[in-house]
């Protein structure tokens, strides 16, 4: 418990304090070999697919580029290892689509160094080069939100970024490869933070870590460099200190206006492994073919930090790290946003920063009783958007999708799940969330 | 190995319904066993009766209503004790009967159960007895009388349908100096009679079953409100009102209007701020309505009390801002994030 009239960490108002599970943050990051079979979806991005430039029987190399960017709002797909060929046509994805992809057979015993890349020095390149550069890496936002970095990274002329923010608050449970990236790339993170700041034009960076990774802190203050352009903040602990507007507001005390972006006030936000692997792979001239993610849960032997390839079956990767026979649940990304998986066929692709098994015990044996809302309010305690989710969740019962949405601000829910975590009655708030926002956009579509 | 599909959070805390209303019944229970401690069997036999009259009626109409039982939820018992403690120690156990299924029939099945109410279902089993049987509700008997472990007051095993049996031969053997069978407030109002602090403190006045030891009630409520069972704002809010007008009226004219610490610890304003008035289901979920729903209970309480023809006026308080409530919450929606003028910090 903190004393009151110390100074405290920078936050946001409401949220929740979660069992966080952090203990993956001590171990240092490891190498996962190849799997037999890579599956690389075309699309791991927001944006247009891209598009594929090798055929099946084709032999590739670690770094050569598999399927070229369709425009601007797109990324090129580099081989993760080097194969064959074996198939191009529709894979199951993480969402439970069917997505085209190619599988590569590994050659065995293949090494681990990126065979094709073009080094460059990055101080001689202008802008406009930078975000070419940028682009041909194929790096998207690492933190879950697989948005192009180039896009993100591309400023509008009229648009004015006074602050780049980055985020290493890494809010979720259990997810800890953020905070070994600070710890252990963290020269890649400074290079990545001056490239975003020389391409977005931001004069100042402010780096955000909560405070339950101290040694990411001091490692970080200790690398930052003596102009004082770039600093860093520790965060309160606290969920959803990672989130856009929060993290916004807890570092600068800005709320993004609601349904605007954050460059509206002048912010730009980036996720510290993106900013890491910009650092590391524009310099050396070579596409992102690896990430470090979390794989962790009660349904894991050896919980860890690990640098898997891209494409690599999840099967494949929670076998290495031994999963154990009644885990049940497999959810990509954290336990508070991220989503459970059909099939242990689907690949990591770079928008997974963890993988967790939970089994049956951890899961709850049986599902919790609901009861009607009792009305206790606490919902409205911890929303960090400060909205209704008890009216909501009301409406919800009674179908009321368009009161819902024109009334109680349904739309500015960004789904982050402290109202169902708090719910004495088990109402599951988020999932009726996302029915009344998907029945609203198709019935604005029809 | 099969996949278990399910939506987000992942993660979910140990709040639970059962757990809140677990933890209420056991914040009543010293109350509940002061006032035995009080009262004597008449009060465990009123305590008793009602509980069981609550958990009786919601399990008959669970089974009419063809739904599995709610008892495990604890709500209909929190509504038993509470609607004993309200009710003065002497009175009638079968009036106890009709005022329990009144409850949990009327103030709870009949909206739809638990979280659907409108008032406290407690309120309105006592609001229900107090119209139909005026004289009993208002016959008080002295605590801390020696035969109450031997004997049952005698008005408590009226037959049912009949007049309450005559109390005063039991007072008077009770042998307490000066008990009048009015209530602080009642003694005020008809007399100008300023009950001691410390007696009202400790419950040592006469009153209903659980409604005289303010520290206890304190403290209980405390317990909740520490381990966030209780929302603490809904009792500051009311409690503050009602010692602001209390003492705004006390101070403008110190003969007609009685001193503050005789409203605050007087006729269940305590335990209708601490364990009513904080009823989750009844009461706002907004973070100003619950400050307004507060300090409507409070004002009201006393406006009744000085201007009405009642000396207490808690119950009406609070089923009046039961009523505010949907009200008040439309009326006091949280300001969205984002929408606030720019430029404020920083």
Known sequence: ?446 | MSMELRTSPHQISDRSVERIMLHVVLALLPISAFSVWQYGLSALALLFTVTATCLFTERLLNRAAGQASTLNDWSATITGILLALTLPPAFPLWMGVVAGFVAIAIGKALFGGLGHNVFNPALIGRAFVQAAFPVAITTWVPPFAPQRFTEFIPSTLTLPFMLPNDVSAWIASASVDGFTGATPLARWKFEHFVYPLQDMLTGSAGASSGETSAVLILLCGLYLAVRKFMDWRIPVAVIGSAALVAWSFHYYDAIAFPPVHLVLLSGGLMLGALFMATDMATSPVTPLGVWIYGAVIGVVTVMIRYFGGLTEGVMYAILLGNALTPFIDQYTQPRVFGTRQQGAKK
């Open chain 1, 1 to 446: 418990m903190r004393l009151p009239f110390v100074k405290r960490a920078a936050t946001f108002a409401h949220g929740i304090h979660p069992a966080y599970h952090k203990e993956t943050g001590s171990l240092p990051i490891r190498r996962l070999p190849f799997a037999p079979r890579l599956i690389v979806p075309l699309s791991q991005h927001i944006g247009k697919a891209a598009v594929c430039c090798v055929s099946v029987g084709q032999e590739v190399l670690r770094g050569q580029v598999i399927a070229t960017a369709d425009g601007f709002v797109s990324l090129p797909v580099h081989a993760p290892a080097t194969g064959v060929v074996e198939a191009i046509g529709l894979m199951p994805a993480a969402n439970g689509k069917m997505v085209d992809s190619v599988t590569i057979r590994v050659y065995e015993a293949d090494g681990q160094q990126i065979l094709v890349s073009e080094p460059r020095d990055i101080d001689a390149l202008d802008k406009k080069q930078l975000l070419a550069a940028i682009q041909q890496t194929g790096i998207s936002g690492l933190g879950g939100a697989t948005f192009p970095a180039h896009v993100k990274l591309s400023v509008p002329p009229d648009v004015v970024i006074d602050t780049m923010v980055v985020n290493g608050a890494e809010c979720e449970p259990f997810l800890t490869c953020d905070h070994r990236i600070m710890v252990e790339r963290t020269q890649d993170l400074l290079r990545g933070i001056r490239i975003a700041m020389k391409v977005s034009g931001a004069p100042r960076t402010v780096i955000g870590v909560e405070d339950n990774k101290p040694d990411a802190i001091a490692a970080i203050r200790a690398a930052l460099p003596a102009d004082g352009s770039i600093t860093v903040q520790a965060l309160e602990t606290k969920y959803p200190q990672g989130a856009e507007d929060t993290i916004i507001y807890a570092l600068l005390g800005r709320e993004i206006p609601a349904g605007q972006r954050p460059a509206s006030i002048g912010v730009l936000v980036n996720n510290v492994m993106t900013l890491a692997y910009l650092g590391r792979l524009l310099p050396a001239g070579e596409g992102i073919v690896e990430r470090v993610l979390t794989v962790a849960g009660p349904g894991v032997q050896k919980p860890g930090n690990y640098i898997v390839p891209i494409g690599t079956p999840l099967r494949f990767l929670l076998e290495q790290v031994g999963a154990r026979s009644n885990a049940s649940e497999v959810i990509l990304g954290g336990p508070m946003m991220g989503m459970t998986i059909s099939s242990l066929d689907v690949p990591v692709t770079k928008g997974t920063s963890g993988v967790l098994a939970f089994g049956k015990a951890q899961v709850a044996e049986e599902t919790p009783r609901v009861y009607p809302c009792i009305k206790c309010g606490e919902c409205l305690n911890v929303c960090p958007k400060f909205l209704n989710p008890s009216q909501l969740g009301l409406l919800a019962a009674k179908r009321e999708y368009a009161v819902m949405a024109e009334s109680f601000n349904l739309d500015r829910c960004f789904e982050c799940g402290c109202c169902s975590y708090v719910c004495p009655s088990h109402i599951p708030l988020v999932q009726q969330f996302r029915i009344a926002k998907a029945v609203n956009r198709e019935r604005a579509a029809a």
